[in-house]
């Protein structure tokens, strides 16, 4: 049989670095492929060779059996190759059929008929379970179905390849399953895909075979049928992972932070939170399960001063500061480390080492009399690089030219160097993978341990029971469910996850 795929010694070095050094790549014909690896390994910058967005230093792509013009999206759309990104490019102000249709016009023909086009997506809806409203505006639809759409928009195209980069760390845990299921349909019709991920989980679920990269190189192809966790987290690190750290129970101190009642609108004016109470104590870890779209992100924003509440009141050891603002908040001592690390904690075009130093570049020892001490900082830098493991050719180099991961490490690496006494953690493991996942829990609980009150937000319920000392879930815009760790229950926290206990809160 010809492979579809073969992407044949890909090397790409980006200065110092060297993403992909001589890659073989290979994907059969109705065949889903995981592509497994640590932040910074090269998953992406792989597959961004392979859609053309990157043009290697070395090596060739054959596509169906013709070799593919490099650096070339439009080359590898013709060929069938679509690419999902993390980020969409959806016109917002459009709505989903408008959308699809966008490329298509110069086409003419049914492309330009709005009922056509809806009777497609329907079609297209029901034969892979990817439900949308075609009339829907964009800007009003949540992330997970923003990705439908790109993923409609490939199929309305004719994709035969369609590679997906992390595409599950936005979805909630059903959104998950109906990608994963799609996946499934998609492959039955002979299509293929390449499924980069963190969660080791779902390639073992989906996946014909799976690939390892580490440090640019492939290191290991198996099929999933005989993987397992363990072997696949060996293949990746290179070596037989530690055991856990052992977990020390909590000795909570005084209530730090004290919410009550709050409530809070999403972006589009809908009360998203709705009435969330608790108090969070010095030397404890709150984790707050719940599905993305219950009200975790407005929590989040009101106890960073992102946005001001609609109702109820904020407490820092009994003092009001609801009205305060972002700023007021971090001079307080309360860190925030938000999901969206490109958005909102970096600043791209700015270097590693400013980006990590930020909060504290004009205060002491980084600053003295107005003048920033370069060389202080500079160890700082380097030192915090060390601690959370971020991989960069140097702490000079612009934070865009970092690894997914990598971005959201120097986020994490910025707010807990500081030992802030209140941390405030929305999502805080998005995109890294295990060993870094390990790592931040371990570091939070650290932080606890030394009297700091943490918040802990996900939608990763394996998280919230490792790393909670208390543990609830977020429903609806609801605490509907608290308890101490040893009394939580699985069960039941799953069920209010799914909005069992809506009505009884
Ligand atoms: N535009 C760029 N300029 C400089 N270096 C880059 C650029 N893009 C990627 N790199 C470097 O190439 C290496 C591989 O990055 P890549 O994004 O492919 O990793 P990844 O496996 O996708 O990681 P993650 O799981 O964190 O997303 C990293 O060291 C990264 O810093
Ligand atoms: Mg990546």
């Known amino acids: 049989m010809q492979a579809l795929l073969e992407m044949r010694g890909i090397s790409k070095s980006y200065g110092s670095v060297r993403a992909n050094r ?9 065949q889903i492929v995981g592509l497994l690896g640590e932040n910074g390994s090269g998953k992406s910058t792989l597959m961004k060779v392979l859609f053309g967005m990157v043009r290697a230093d070395e090596g060739a792509i054959v596509y169906r059996g013709r070799e593919l013009d490099a650096g070339s999206p439009k080359a590898a759309l013709q060929a069938g190759i679509a690419m999902i990104h993390q980020h969409f490019t959806l016109v917002e102000a459009m709505t989903v059929s408008e959308n699809l249709m966008l490329g298509w016009s110069a086409r003419g023909g049914p492309w330009l008929d709005h009922a056509a086009m809806a009777g497609q997506v329907r079609d297209a809806a029901q034969r892979y379970g990817l439900d949308i409203d075609p009339a829907a505006r964009v800007e009003r639809l949540a992330l997970g179905e923003k990705q439908r759409i790109e993923i409609l928009k490939a199929i309305l195209r004719g994709a035969g390849l369609l590679i997906l980069d992390e595409p599950t760390s936005i979805l909630s845990p059903p959104e998950i399953a109906r990608l994963l299921e799609f996946l499934q349909r998609f492959r039955a019709e002979g299509h293929s895909v390449v499924f980069i991920t963190h969660k080791l989980g779902e390639v073992l679920a989906v996946a014909d075979e799976i690939v390892v990269l580490r440090d640019g190189e492939v290191v290991g192809t198996t099929p999933a049928a005989g993987a397992t966790r363990e072997s696949l987290a060996r293949m990746m690190v290179g070596r037989e992972l530690a055991a856990p750290a052992e977990r020390r129970s909590a000795t909570p101190g005084a209530v730090r932070l004290k919410v009550e009642a709050l409530a809070a609108r999403d972006n589009n004016g809908a009360e998203r939170l709705k009435d969330a109470s608790f108090e969070l104590r010095a030397g404890e870890v709150l984790a707050l399960a719940g599905i993305d779209g219950n009200g975790q992100g407005e929590l989040a924003n009101t106890l960073a001063g992102l946005a001001a509440p609609l109702r109820g009141r904020i407490f820092l050891d009994g003092v009001d500061i609801t009205a ?20 909102t904690s970096l600043v791209q075009g700015m270097s590693i080492e400013d980006n990590l130093m930020l909060r504290d570049i004009s205060r002491r020892p980084f600053s003295v009399a107005g003048r920033i001490d370069r060389q202080a900082t500079g160890r700082a830098a380097r030192e915090r690089m060390r601690d959370f493991d971020v991989r960069a050719a140097s702490p000079a180099a612009a934070a865009r030219t970092l690894s997914g991961g990598n971005q959201q490490k120097v986020a994490l690496a910025r707010e807990l160097s500081r030992q802030p006494q209140v941390v405030i953690a929305f999502q805080p493991t998005w995109g890294l993978d295990p060993g870094a996942t390990r790592f931040v829990m371990e570091s939070l609980l650290k932080l ?15 998280e919230v029971l490792a ?7 977020l429903s609806d815009g609801r605490i509907v469910l608290l308890a101490d760790r040893s009394e939580a229950d699985i069960e039941r926290i799953g069920l209010a996850m799914a909005g069992a206990f809506q009505e009884a809160a």
Do not use: K, M, W
């Open 324 to 343: 305060g603002g972002a700023a007021a908040r971090l001079e307080a001592g309360i860190a925030y480390i938000p999901a969206d690390r490109s958005g």
């Open 467 to 473: 790393v909670g000392d208390r543990v609830g879930v």
């Open 448 to 462: 606890r341990d030394q009297g700091a009150a943490v918040l802990y937000i996900s939608s990763e319920l394996e």
């Open 22 to 30: 001589g890659i073989n790549f290979t994907v059969q014909p109705g």
